[in-house]
């Protein structure tokens, strides 16, 4: 599995260097499968949204979706040096929704997110943390717990947080799909507007 990750991960990241014609600036969407856009088309997953935004706006980016379902802020981690390879000038951190599904520990996640963060801005990426929040599935305790970890490892690395990836999405079945997980192409689109305002400041025109 390993070495097919691997090269599942190579692919992805040649495919997408490849297919967006070149542009001064990129940002990488490193994610899962909320970021992947399982379910809808690729074109409808939040990363492209904001890439045609960017362009509307006059900024010379392209978006790279570094979303491949099922991960954890793990996998994200042991990915990181082929997004880099990219020199992102921003790095989105959109991790941790399947940690919390499979009940990792809070702990573990922190020094995950902690570790992407902190290697991106030694590569000269700034970065955007994108907050999570589960269902009290494993107690309230742990949900609260899991939540904290967003605001503690941004506080703790001086980077901006996007409080919760799915504000305004999560529990909408107008905005998901039959599995109640997975956004829609219109809940693709609230995901997008409200990333906009925290990706703004990180941009240089």
Known sequence: MGLLRALLVS????SAASATPRADHVVVALGDSLTAGLGVGVEEAYPALLEA????EGFDYR???AGVSGDTSAG???RLDWALK???QVLIVALGANDGLRGQPPAALRANLTQIVERARGAGARVLL????VPPNYGDEYARAFAAVYTSVARATG????????????GDPRLNQADGIHPTAEGQRVIAEHLWPHLRPLLAK
């Open 63 to 65: 978006v790279v979706n």
């Open 130 to 133: 994108a907050g999570m929040r």
């Open 86 to 88: 990219l020199k992102p």
């Open 11 to 14: 692919v992805l990241v040649a």
């Open 159 to 170: 980077v901006p947080l996007a409080p919760f990836l799915l504000d305004g999405v999560a």
């Open 76 to 78: 994200g981690l042991r």
């Open 53 to 56: 935004r960017l362009r509307r």
